[in-house]
């Protein structure tokens, strides 16, 4: 069964540090890869999205992506506690005209002023 | 503003009603998702719809029904069959076969309680 794992957390950073959230998922021909902000009680946001290879920086967030090691990770510079919010991954898997994502249980990070 | 909402917010349903949840979007796009969420819980898939008239069943179809007779509009049905409901139900559009493709968005959710 193809699959997302994330660590549940809870994860909790002071102010001001790195978050680091972290994600392996199953298929090693997985396509496209993106992280989702959810803040409780309320709808995914999408915040970053990684195709390839290597880091893609937006502002104060990162995503890594390697392939070879079936893993996403992203990182949240200067952390806010407006940042605080579960963070979920998802994962095409299969590609091609499959447009379906799959989606891990998420990490729930909390700030810490 | 373009957008996808979903209607209504809140929903409560007796034992053994079908009820049926509205999800209409402007961005044009052409692929549509219904997804299940319950607490501590990651998106469930429940069906999804890459062009008008036509749709398939995700990971949990069972006791759930769809049309999409409209690019812009994806209702879902939740029947009887269903034997629990509750849940937050989230729809989700994306674009099929561009360059950023799969990017999923999210309407606002609406909150199921069976009574």
């Known amino acids: 069964q193809k699959e997302v794992e994330q660590n549940s957390g809870p994860l909790s950073v002071p102010e001001g540090a790195i978050a680091s959230l972290n994600c392996t998922y199953s298929d090693r021909g997985s396509q496209s890869f993106f992280w989702y902000r959810q803040y409780s009680g309320k709808s995914p946001e999408l915040i970053m999205s990684?195709?390839?290879?290597g880091d893609k920086e937006d502002g104060r967030f990162t995503a890594q992506l390697n392939k070879a090691s079936q893993y996403v990770s992203l990182l949240i510079r200067d952390s806010q506690p407006s940042d605080s919010a579960t963070y979920l991954c998802?994962?095409?898997?299969?590609?091609?005209?499959?447009?379906?994502?799959?989606f891990g249980k998420g990490t729930l990070l909390t700030v810490n002023p | 503003d373009g957008g996808i909402t979903q209607s209504p917010k809140y929903l409560f349903r007796k034992e053994g009603q079908n009820v049926t949840l509205s999800c209409e979007q402007n961005l044009n796009h052409d692929a549509m998702y219904w997804y299940r969420q319950d607490p501590g819980q990651g998106l469930r898939l429940i069906y999804y719809s890459q062009i008008v008239n036509d749709f398939q069943k995700g990971d949990i179809a069972e006791g759930y029904s769809v049309s999409r007779e409209k690019k812009e509009s994806f209702p879902l049905t939740v029947t009887s069959a269903q034997k629990n409901p509750t849940a937050f139900y989230l729809c989700a559009s994306s674009v099929v076969g561009s360059g950023r493709y799969n990017e999923q968005f999210f309407g606002p959710g609406t909150r199921l309680t069976v009574l």
């Open positions: 998802a994962v095409n898997m299969g590609g091609g005209s499959n447009y379906k994502l799959t």
């Open positions: 990684i195709y390839s290879n």
